[in-house]
């Protein structure tokens, strides 16, 4: 299989590379500067790029690409500050240029280069975002394209294969990028672009049999479309020695608990344990309202019971995750100096150490529609593998205040008004995530002659690409009023119907 490695300065889009370049059916890796050397090595890739990244070329200690990638004779491509250390660490030069460049710009090809293959004409839109730029190329190199800006907005050396420009081929406001990023991996490195979901499978199948051998697993499904992926492809690789456990937390949605024991038991025939633990669960919350001690209380007792079940079949010896692809980059962090940040958000957390078990994370290579895809090809229905994300804690974080089994069959009903309304008028898959929010604040209205007293209930929906940043999905008026009717109308304890406008940052997804 062909590998890319990309070699990550600390640019905001690093992992847009990654996609445009596996999109393009080449398997790659991003990886932080300073372990750059050691996984060239291990990784034996066909080509590097080199990302952007906020450094200055001109700064003392600045980071740099490791001389023997520079040295390897592979293809490079280095991109914003990627090709900026490339001069400067070739015998180039680099400065600090007072014309800066943020935004569109256009770039004027000014020299044939397999870079531009199958792109028309001589002037291409590119998205620019820098404060240095090169003024002195190292031997070998000549400029193929110039912006207004930029003299050396795109360079080559065509003998040794490496490249630079100066602009973010890898987000869309350079429409022709992902082609260049495909002419780089196929064309002038030779990739075969046989990477697919097929291939990431069987791929995975036999990992997890030579990591896990006649090993038990266990894997906590909650009905999510990570964990729902981890355990039908651990079913393909083990078949028997995997045992799934599902934990009701009496939080979750209208009918969850069926569709995961009904799709997990009876399609797919996997060993499955399903505890009801919900009067255990709003037990220890009741008169909880603080969001962070709800949070703490419904994960650690999702641990205890989690354990219990497990102990129960006589344990495991490997714990399988739907850990993802971005919880696991070591993005590089400036902020700190140069240390290293590793996101992960284990929802299990705690557990391997205290049961003693070893991680199985099949899916950690994918982003979220790679799992997706994957969940296709493994023939999940596309109803699951297209679900909006749903949190751990569930509807707890959706009830602020003190949560009670009452205001949970409430919010139950609206959400299930609300999201049958998104699938009728064909808006969920526009949509990130969309729920209803149950507010701990009562209103007046008036129903037929009487006077009502009754909850507020919240609407929130977001379009986002990976839940960090959102904007509010913006419905029609029609929509709304229709919605807000059928709430009314149909869910006893609800009066009132509002739209959150909110967008991420400053606002969160959830309530909580
Ligand atoms: P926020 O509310 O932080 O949410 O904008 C971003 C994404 O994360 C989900 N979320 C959670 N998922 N445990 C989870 O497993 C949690 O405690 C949690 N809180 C938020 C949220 O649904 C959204 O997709």
Redesign the pocket.
Known sequence: MDRILIVDFGSQVTQLIARRVRESGVYCEIVPFNSAEKAFEDMQPKAVILSGGPNSVADIDTPRAPDIILASGLPILGICYGQQTLCAQLGGSVEQSDEREFGRAMLDVTGASPLFDGIDGDEIQVWMSHGDRVNNLPDGFSVVGTSENAPFAAIADEVRKIYGVQFHPEVVHTPDGAKMLENFTHVIAGCKGDWSMAAFRDKAIADIRAQVGDGRVICGLSGGVDSSVVAVLLHEAIGEQLTCVYVDTGMMRAGESEQVVGLFRDHFNIKLVHKDASELFLGKLDSVSDPEQK?KIIGSTFIDVFEEEANAIGGADFLAQGTLYPDVIESVSFTGGPSVTIKS?H?VGGLPERMNMQLVEPVRELFKDEVRALGQELGLPEAFVGRH?????GLA?RIPGEITSEKLEILRKADTVYLDEIRNHGLYDEI??AFAVLLPVRTVGVMGDSRTYDYVCGLRAVTSTD??T?DYFPFSHEFLGRVSTRIINEVRGINRVVYDITS?PPG???WE
Not at 389 to 393: L, S, V
Request: hydrophobic fraction near 35%; charged fraction near 15%; proline fraction near 17%.
């Open positions: 949070r958000h929802n994300p749903f949190p751990g804690p974080i990130w995530q839940g960090m959102a991420k969160t997804i959830e």
